[in-house]
């Protein structure tokens, strides 16, 4: 039967080698990024087309490009691929404990992930979270991850991706800055410096509009490229940020941030969790998933009342 014909069964290797090299154009980058040299990815890329009796990529000077065979043939073998390797992740997990891998941004992974660790951990000790900071969309088939935090719209492919909740910016200041300008009304704001960040240049001409403040269109605000860099800033005394508010609990529960109006600005920044629908077969990764839901959920509750 064909089913148990050898010849019909080119190594895995190869078969890695040749989709890995398909999806980066360049042997030396697929060397790189499985752990090969290029010599030998391309070794085992021409093991592969002797097996066939077919060129699956023509050279273009150090260049290989995909051929119609080969693009045939990577169409039939990559999904396979794919679930070959998450059956045996998954395998593999469940072999080793109750392990999730999470990717998220740094500043979520760090100001509001990791703080609410230890109520799931001191529920469930056995589980593990092992996260990890990622600013990329990946492919899961590739990454040891079982899901990741994804900010912005939700067009990551091939998942599932679960709302947990819209960022909302809010106004905020060093209370020793808004004490000396007298910051109490939206239209205070303009006596005092600006911050933004790069992702949002045009904040603070949103949130006045939103205020009814008319802000000349001119005005000079200070930009900064990460979260982390406005948020010290604006504690320091620069200026006034706006900032996503879950981002911002413990400056400002310890008084280092104020907010002298209660008026946010929602950003069209959604936050969801995303994953591959068979994860959800896992009890750990549907545990962690539960839990991430319950969390967001609260959240949404008090920042709304």
Known sequence: MDQDDRRLLPSITMLQCFEAAARYGSASLAGERIGLTQSAVSRHIASLETWLGKPLFDRVGRRIVLNEQGRLYLDRIARPLSEIRAATRDMLGHGSGRVVNLATLPTFGMRWIAPRLPGLLMHDPDL?????ARIDIFNFADEAFDAAIHVGPPDWPDVE??????ERVIPVLSPAL???????????????????????????QKWFALSDVACPADRAVSVMG??????????????????????????????????????????????????PKAKLQMPHFAQLRDWLLEEAAKEISAEYG
């Open 226 to 275: 990460h979260f982390s860099m406005l948020a010290q800033a604006a504690c320091a005394g620069a200026g006034a940020a706006l900032l996503p508010s879950f981002l911002i609990q413990p400056e400002l529960q310890s008084g280092a941030l104020v907010a002298p109006v209660e008026r946010a600005l929602a950003e069209d920044r959604n936050y969801y969790l995303v994953y």
């Open 128 to 132: 593990v979270v092992n996260i990890a």
């Open 161 to 166: 991706h679960d709302l947990l909740f819209r």
């Open 178 to 204: 808004a004490q000396s300008a007298g910051v109490k009304t939206a239209e205070d704001f303009l006596r005092v410096p600006l911050l933004e960040q790069s992702a949002r240049r045009d904040a603070w």
